[in-house]
């Protein structure tokens, strides 16, 4: 491929790893990864509330992966409260999960910037071996790509299974308990998941230049091992 192109391909591949770690670091501050709705159990209950009498029972939520705000709704109209999870809900969340997915958001951000950085590297530069040249790239985007999943994956099974929304909804309440009534993912989720998929695409954009993936044997040294192989 003509150096120009490989030029256009590596910039344009910068350009993507680098609004992909704005795009995480804007979507670490917000609380638009989750939203939904609480049930007020224990007040429906008292009023033995159906149908339409439900929705005075039916509160909103949403949260991030700092902070969030909930409205609480006990048939007497909605009370919004603010809640953090640093340090106030780390008692009852699965913290481990918790601070696992803030660890890889933040080597997401890293390893993205440093993916935009060497990619506009060997736009305009004179790329080193190994992990400065394609073999670097290929590391970077991996690195990258990896964390994107690995958040994804945590920050799941942080919420369905070990029903985050639930803990958060029933902090500090003694007397009423909360239930999950619906939510969904916001937002910020999907911004980690179209993240993953272009670092993926910058894997794929390397190839396109022309460079081989790692560790890919050429056809070159597959022939001439065969040819020794014949004079034995």
């Given at each position: 491929m003509p150096a120009q192109q490989k030029k256009i391909i590596f910039c344009v591949a910068g350009v993507?790893?680098?609004?992909c770690a704005l795009g995480t670091a804007a979507a670490v501050g917000t609380q638009l990864w989750v939203r939904g709705t609480v049930l007020c159990k224990t007040g429906a209950l008292l009023v033995n509330a159906t149908g339409q009498e439900l929705d005075k029972f039916i509160g909103e939520i949403?949260?991030?992966?700092f902070y969030g705000e909930r409205v609480r709704q006990c048939g007497l109209g909605g009370r919004p409260l603010q809640f953090s999870f640093f340090p106030d809900l780390l008692k009852v969340i699965p913290a481990s999960i918790h601070v696992s997915v803030v660890l890889f958001c933040t080597v997401l951000i890293v390893f993205a910037l440093v993916g935009a950085g060497f990619f506009m590297f060997?736009?305009?530069g004179?790329?080193?071996e190994t992990l400065h040249g394609p073999v670097g790239l290929y590391l970077w985007s991996f690195i990258a790509c990896s964390c994107g999943c690995l958040i994804m994956?945590?920050?799941s099974s942080e919420v369905k299974v070990h029903h985050l929304s639930e803990k958060i909804a029933?902090?500090?309440e003694g007397s009423f308990t909360f239930k999950t009534h619906s939510e969904g993912f916001a937002s910020s989720f999907w911004t980690i998941l179209v993240c993953s998929l272009v670092h993926f695409l910058n894997a794929l954009l390397i190839r396109v230049a022309g460079f081989d993936?790692?560790?890919s044997k050429s056809k070159d040294s597959g022939t001439v091992t065969g040819a020794?192989?014949?004079m034995y």
């Open positions: 993507l790893s680098f609004a949403q949260y991030g992966l060997n736009a305009f004179s790329p080193y994956i945590l920050f029933n902090f500090r993936f790692p560790f020794v192989d014949l």
